[in-house]
T-cell receptor
Framework: QQQVKQSPQSLIVQKGGISIINCAYENTAFDYFPWYQQFPGKGPALLIAIRPDVSEKKEGRFTISFNKSAKQFSLHIMDSQPGDSATYFCAASMSTGSEKLVFGKGTKLTVNP | DTGVSQDPRHKITKRGQNVTFRCDPISEHNRLYWYRQTLGQGPEFLTYFQNEAQLEKSRLLSDRFSAERPKGSFSTLEIQRTEQGDSAMYLC?????????????FGSGTQLSVL
């Protein structure tokens, strides 16, 4: 049972373009939605996160859009750069109990120069 | 270095052997998590500790797996009688609980290959 579904599996964008990655969740008890960035040979690193009381959060070139009624959230990377080439994971957790993260399967982003 | 440290970075073993991994969390972090990541997948939760207490274990964690966190500092994950299906990246993460929605900081992982 996959609680967080992520798409697309891979994405190729030209430098300067917008990268968009989508996630959908099933468990309405989730109340924290982070995005992680992972480079080869490294562990995931927190990029940006949102809670369901807001519909959008922006940090630099990275924006999360959140649609609570549709149970969907997305990551937008503006002005994509070759250095953004990495695998991106969406995740979700509940603030009760262990707060363990449930991850999507990841999106491999390639930004061509 | 103030990040999460994992050792070894790579481990190759033969099926049936036992292996042990170590994780040193960020020093002031009281929560420590173990995740497993296979190729092309997101990390999957295995278990977590708050201080020295192991509070939750995933159904993924078979009886061959055991984790400890003595004194609430570093943690070890042992896999007994390894199987080829255990081949994966084992990730450790730590956090400091200071309200809802803690931030997890991951180490670079231990890549296990079971031949």
């Amino acid at each position: 049972q996959q609680q967080v579904k992520q798409s697309p599996q891979s994405l190729i964008v030209q430098k300067g373009g917008i990268s968009i990655i989508n996630c959908a969740y099933e468990n309405t008890a989730f109340d924290y939605f982070p995005w992680y960035q992972q480079f080869p040979g490294k562990g995931p690193a927190l990029l940006i996160a949102i809670r369901p009381d807001v519909s959008e959060k922006k940090e630099g070139r990275f924006t999360i859009s959140f649609n609570k009624s549709a149970k969907q959230f997305s990551l937008h990377i503006m002005d994509s750069q070759p250095g953004d080439s990495a695998t991106y994971f969406c995740a979700a957790s509940m603030s009760t109990g262990s707060e363990k993260l449930v991850f999507g399967k990841g999106t491999k982003l390639t930004v061509n120069p | 270095d103030t990040g999460v440290s994992q050792d070894p970075r790579h481990k190759i073993t033969k099926r049936g052997q036992n292996v042990t991994f170590r994780c040193d969390p960020i020093s002031e972090h009281n929560r420590l998590y173990w995740y497993r990541q296979t190729l092309g997948q997101g990390p999957e939760f295995l278990t977590y500790f708050q201080n020295e207490a192991q509070l939750e274990k995933s159904r993924l964690l078979s009886d061959r797996f055991s984790a400890e966190r003595p004194k609430g500092s570093f943690s070890t994950l042992e896999i007994q009688r390894t199987e080829q299906g255990d081949s994966a990246m084992y990730l450790c993460a730590s956090s400091y609980l200071q309200g809802p929605n803690e931030k997890l900081f991951f180490g670079s992982g231990t890549q296990l290959s079971v031949l």
